[in-house]
């Protein structure tokens, strides 16, 4: 079992900036690949950014290329997504989640990814 814990979500206004972090314990984290998916009301959960194990490579949905950016520290079993340039079309619940996809197109398919955490809110005002 793995458990993971979101925080940093809140209101900001549009431009602006917002750090996620999602904390995990239980089994090993540094042997799993981390996403951070998005939910709006009345829409699909959808793919925001990605991770390997390592760290070394990471993935981006074409509406937050150039303006998030996905981190791990496996040391402190948590990841990161730095959030700038807000817009209004951000605003949803942020989820991160564990697995262990194998393809690169597998990392933006959310049924790769096995535990998810409880989400935090993200809201940016025009």
Request: aromatic share 14%.
């Amino acid at each position: 079992q793995v458990q993971l814990v979101e925080s940093g979500g809140g209101l900001v206004q549009a431009g602006g900036s917002l750090r996620l972090s999602c904390a995990a314990s239980g089994r090993t984290f540094s042997m799993y690949a981390m996403g951070w998916f998005r939910q709006a009301p009345g829409l699909e959960r959808e793919f925001v950014a990605a991770i390997s194990w390592s760290g070394a490579t990471t993935f981006y949905a074409h509406s937050v290329q150039g303006r998030f950016t996905i981190s791990r520290d496996n040391a402190k079993n948590t990841v990161y997504l730095q959030m700038n340039s807000l817009k209004p079309d951000d605003t949803a619940v942020y989820y991160c989640a564990v697995g262990r996809p194998q393809f690169g197109s597998d990392y933006q398919n959310k049924g790769k990814y096995n535990y998810w955490g409880q989400g935090t809110q993200v809201t940016v005002s025009s």
